[in-house]
T-cell receptor, first 112, second 113 residues
Framework: GQNIDQPTEMTATEGAIVQINCTYQTSGFNGLFWYQQHAGEAPTFLSYNVLDGLEEKGRFSSFLSRSKGYSYLLLKELQMKDSASYLCAVRDRTSGTYKYIFGTGTRLKVLA | NAGVMQNPRHLVRRRGQEARLRCSPMKGHSHVYWYRQLPEEGLKFMVYLQKENIIDESGMPKERFSAEFPKEGPSILRIQQVVRGDSAAYFC???????????FGPGTRLTVT
């Protein structure tokens, strides 16, 4: 079957580093995405990994290990505005069509 | 280049009425996805459409729900005879053909009274 797991909530301090983990099980893996969603708003794209390794984009980095079915999102120099939900999503290509499967999201609280 | 547009942003319906949600994808995007999100939960895939074609509707309830993406005009998600359990945020996302990330609209928040 298809399954994505990520922690429900995390808390960190302003200026710190936080790592949000995501594990997945899917039969037709075709890429992993991270989205940020502030309360009451639409998800916004953060990063995309399809090959193993680290993708860095400013304060945000995302890592993928396909053999382990594992990814993490790393947020550095945390700011108060980073308080949001972070959604891990896997693109699955089974039966010839693409489908995006989302985790339930990790609610990150950044404290002053 | 305008982003993904959805309207209405908020919709209130009484039980038994019909809800019609519209989504205009970004210019140049031919793929549209609809998702439902309940409070404090993740996004649940409902349906994936291309122009004039439903590609995958495996996440959409078989009854009362339908979706279309006509050759001209926005994609429509239609919910007939709404019930309280249909209250949720409905997000539309669009992407160019294959291999690119999705871009989300602002969502329609449906409340059934």
């Amino acid at each position: 079957g298809q399954n994505i797991d990520q922690p429900t909530e995390m808390t960190a301090t302003e200026g710190a580093i936080v790592q949000i983990n995501c594990t997945y099980q899917t039969s037709g893996f075709n890429g992993l995405f991270w989205y940020q969603q502030h309360a009451g708003e639409a998800p916004t794209f953060l990063s995309y990994n399809v090959l193993d390794g680290l993708e860095e984009k400013g304060r945000f980095s995302s890592f993928l290990s396909r053999s382990k079915g594992y990814s993490y999102l790393l947020l550095k120099e945390l700011q108060m505005k980073d308080s949001a939900s972070y959604l891990c999503a896997v693109r699955d290509r089974t039966s010839g069509t693409y489908k995006y499967i989302f985790g339930t999201g990790t609610r990150l609280k950044v404290l002053a | 280049n305008a982003g993904v547009m959805q309207n209405p942003r908020h919709l209130v319906r009484r039980r038994g009425q019909e809800a019609r949600l519209r989504c205009s994808p970004m210019k140049g995007h031919s793929h549209v996805y609809w998702y439902r999100q309940l409070p404090e939960e993740g996004l649940k895939f409902m349906v994936y459409l291309q122009k004039e074609n439903i590609i995958d509707e495996s996440g959409m309830p078989k009854e009362r729900f339908s979706a279309e993406f006509p050759k001209e005009g926005p994609s429509i998600l239609r919910i007939q005879q709404v019930v309280r359990g249909d209250s949720a945020a409905y997000f539309c996302a669009s992407s160019p053909p294959i291999d690119r990330e999705q871009y989300f609209g602002p969502g329609t928040r449906l409340t059934v009274t």
